[in-house]
């Protein structure tokens, strides 16, 4: 005998349930069916809180991409020297890539079977390019080595960022979303040869 | 009406087909008949070569790995400081993951569900270990910057270099092995800001 859960959710609440399941299963393998299994609720009360699946996948990776695209209205991300307002952003990536770890993550898996993957790639395409702005005004004011092709250095920036999801786990005695900042930071603009 | 292609394979060329549904499909997803169908000669072909599915991933691995150690053994990984035998060290694996693009692809992307599996990860672990020793002897030195976790950077100059299996295409007007082993060693050594 089965008892169901008794449906205390929210759209957030069930989102953070959903996402869950789709960075276990992949989103093309996971089915109302799993989701409805893992919320511990009827599949009709989850179209109670949201149209399906897509839907789910809308609302989690807007999550994601409204963190990052967050950073670029900060105040440290308006002002100042190109290099320093890419310093920021870098810095910023990483910390809401930790923060929103789950979402990151599913968003950084996105394929592009479906049009919300496909909106949700091109989102983070138009993310990528304000960073390469950003890189090559750096660039052209001299304040980054100019002996590295800057697409080369988006893409390897960009890997080793995300990369993190592969590995950061939350958890009492690793560190902190700031420690891997940090560590990112002095690695990526420094060089471990230090300054 | 199918004809079945004259079987001319080697182990060596049936093992660049395999290696390319692995890499498609992954490796659990790939059956005996998807490798006779791309290979397109029967399966009791495939097996006068290879014992089997299994067989094939562990000598794709292998020329992964094997590229891997031998860097190890290279006169720059032999002889210097710790700090400039891990430079080449680090030019060296892009070399390779560049040079054996779809074996370390296959190496990267391994889950641990069979032995055969498990051993590759196994002797992945102890290459990193391997890594992670010349960066703890370079920092023991003082030849790289102290106020960054070992552990870290660790994580982060290997995803930076693994995630190249992510974008890298061989292709006549792209960066070559050695275009890119340069961005990522003055990257990870000297970082963005120049020396």
Do not use: C
């Amino acid at each position: 005998m089965t008892t169901a859960r008794r449906d205390t959710y929210t759209p957030e609440t069930l989102l953070s349930v959903a996402v869950q399941v789709f960075n276990q299963r992949g989103y093309d393998g996971t089915s109302m069916e799993h989701l409805s299994r893992a919320a511990g609720i009827s599949k009709s009360s989850i179209y109670h809180h949201v149209s399906g699946k897509e839907d789910l996948l809308r609302r989690a990776v807007s999550r994601a991409l409204d963190g990052l695209f967050a950073i670029l209205e900060e105040p440290g991300a308006r002002e100042g020297r190109p290099v320093d307002i890419l310093e920021h952003v870098v810095r910023r990536m990483v910390e809401v890539l930790i923060s929103e770890l789950p979402y990151v993550t599913l968003l950084l898996r996105v394929r592009g079977n479906t049009a919300t993957e496909r909106w949700a790639l091109e989102r983070r395409r138009d993310f990528d390019h304000r960073v390469a702005e950003l890189l090559k005004a750096a660039a052209a004011d001299g304040d980054v080595r100019a002996d590295v092709e800057m697409r080369l250095v988006t893409r390897l920036v960009f890997g080793m960022i995300n990369s993190i999801v592969e590995w950061y786990r939350p958890d009492a005695r690793g560190a902190t979303g700031r420690e891997v900042a940090d560590a990112v930071v002095r690695l990526v603009f420094s060089g471990l040869r230090g300054d």
